[in-house]
Structures are given as structure tokens and as C-alpha cells.
């Protein structure tokens, strides 16, 4: 049994982009290429279907090549990467590789995953992290629904936590979404996590390391991981660089 992390880059939304480009094109020629309309209609929706074409298929490419980069078995194996690094700190969770990773480098620990399962990605669920779980042969982990934004447990439950590429996704004020699990870190504890840490989603990230050192957290680290991971296909990326912080408690 071969287990299945899916991809970061649903297939779906490739597939819609492509149906939602075919239209454009078929509109295009339509009504901008035909004799169906004529004068300055015709001029309007020529320009008009042709910069929606266009930008349908420059997103659908954009989406087909992150869906290559981030294949867990294929050349690049990205995400395979990024999951191995972010574990590699720990002494999200979607199909369980995260936490896979991070049962199997420490087999004495207990590994609880936590997602939200939604329905923007379908192909992900409780299941299937099960099966990745038993077909990786790891015993040490359970999985449970859950929102970062409210976590379900009492303060200082854990000795370590992790996330990659999860924060990102949640609107709102995502420093405070740090906070609250960081919440749950038991001092002496380390969180590692993994994410989008541009300014428009994150606010100054500098400040906020300062504030946690000023909290009392022993170790606070930001570290780049665009030059690691993405360099190579920088073009492709475009906001998607990352970084990981890392936080040691007293």
C-alpha cells in the first residue's frame, strides 16, 4: 500500500481554469472574430475576450506548473522538500504528511494532526490521513478535525508544534492566530512553522519576532527558505516564497 498526499495544488481548480479559458477562447471567436456583432461592439468584445483568455490561460499554466513542482512524487518533489524540512525541526496536517513526517523522526512521541478538512479541498480528509498513516506504517499519530483560529485544547498541551502553508489560508489577524497556538506549547517546547510571510498577509513579521522575544520566548528565529526550496523556479512562484519561524520556549 502506497500512500497518497495528494497535492497542494488541487487538480480541480486546474481543470476549471482550463473550462473557464476554452470558454473565453470559444466567446472570442465568437463574438470577436465572427460577423455575429459588428462595429464598435465587435472592437470591445475583441479586445475585451481576447485579455480574459489570456489571463485565464497565464493562471491556468501558473496553476498546472505549481501543481509539478509541488507533486510529492515526482522530479521536483517540493513539497516532499518542505515537509521533510519543517519536520526535521520538531523533536496543518491535509493528507497527514506533515505529521507523518514528524511521527516517524520521533517514534516515542504522540502526534495528533488537526484540519479543518473544507470543502476547497475536497480530495483531503480524516481518512485519507488515516490510510497515509497505516500505509507509511506509523502507529504513533491520531487525526482530528479542528480551527487554528480557536484550538481546542488547554494551554501548554504540547511539547512541540508545527504547521506548513496553513495560516496563510485563514483571513483575519494571522499574528493572533500564532498566538493562540502558540497558546498551547508547553515551555520548553518549540514550534516550527512553515508559510507565506509576505507583509500584505502577515503585517511586519520583524516586530512580531520582537514582541515574542519581549514575551519571553527564549529562541525566535525568521528564516528565509526561498533561496532552499524556490529559487530555481522563481518565475513561477511569484508571492509564493516562504519562510519558516521558529520558536523556542522558556
Known amino acids: 500500500m502506497k500512500p497518497d498526499y495528494k497535492n497542494w495544488m488541487p487538480k480541480g481548480m486546474i481543470i476549471g481554469g482550463l473550462v473557464i479559458t476554452l470558454v473565453f477562447l470559444i466567446l472570442f471567436i465568437l463574438f470577436g472574430c465572427t ?15 481576447l485579455l480574459l483568455t489570456v489571463i485565464a490561460g497565464v493562471i491556468t499554466v501558473w496553476m498546472a506548473l505549481l501543481y509539478r513542482a509541488f507533486s510529492y512524487d515526482g522530479k521536483r518533489q517540493m513539497s516532499k522538500q518542505i515537509i521533510e524540512g519543517v519536520a526535521s525541526y520538531v523533536s496543518g496536517c491535509g493528507s497527514g504528511a506533515l505529521a507523518i513526517a514528524c511521527a516517524k ?8 494532526g488537526i484540519d479543518r478538512w473544507g ?3 475536497a480530495s483531503f480528509s480524516r481518512q ?30 504540547f511539547d512541540a508544534v508545527t504547521s506548513n502553508y496553513v495560516y496563510h489560508n485563514i483571513p483575519g489577524d494571522r499574528q493572533t492566530y500564532l498566538l493562540e497556538t502558540l497558546r498551547v506549547l508547553k515551555k520548553g517546547g518549540t514550534f516550527a512553522l512553515h508559510d ?10 520583524q516586530a512580531f519576532v520582537k514582541k515574542l522575544k519581549e514575551l519571553g520566548y527564549e529562541k525566535v528565529e525568521l528564516i528565509d527558505t526561498t533561496e532552499k526550496f524556490m529559487k ?7 508571492e509564493l516564497s516562504g519562510s519558516a519561524l521558529l520558536v523556542g520556549r522558556k
Open 119 to 121: 470543502k476547497e479541498y
Open 105 to 112: 523522526r520521533n517514534p516515542n512521541a504522540e502526534i495528533i
Open 128 to 157: 485519507l490521513c488515516e490510510r497515509n498513516a497505516r500505509a507509511e506504517k506509523v502507529n504513533n499519530t491520531k487525526f482530528q478535525q479542528g480551527d487554528a483560529v480557536k484550538l481546542d485544547f488547554a494551554d501548554e498541551t
Open 35 to 49: 460577423g455575429i456583432v459588428g462595429g464598435t461592439w465587435k472592437t470591445v468584445l475583441f479586445i475585451m475576450l
Open 196 to 205: 507565506i510571510f509576505s507583509k500584505s498577509k502577515y503585517g511586519d513579521m
Open 232 to 238: 530555481k523556479w522563481e518565475p513561477v512562484w511569484m
